[in-house]
């Protein structure tokens, strides 16, 4: 199955790591590239690495 979400921040990004490893085709959409300063999520403390690979 395909999924896409929408958002990488706070909520969107641990929803398609969990829905990709539950083995659904995860695409992830965001407004900002990754390790912006200008997501609302920002910060040392977020997961800046694009996962590419199945789980």
């Known amino acids: 199955m395909e ?3 929408v958002g990488a921040a706070a909520w969107g990004l641990p929803a398609a790591a969990e829905a990709a ?4 085709c ?3 959409f965001d407004r900002y590239g990754p390790a912006t300063v200008l997501g ?11 996962v ?3 789980w």
């Open 40 to 50: 609302s999520s920002g910060g040392p403390s977020r997961m800046r690495t694009a």
């Open 21 to 24: 490893r539950r083995g659904y």
């Open 3 to 5: 999924l896409a979400a």
């Open 52 to 54: 590419t690979a199945p």
């Open 26 to 28: 995860v695409t992830l």
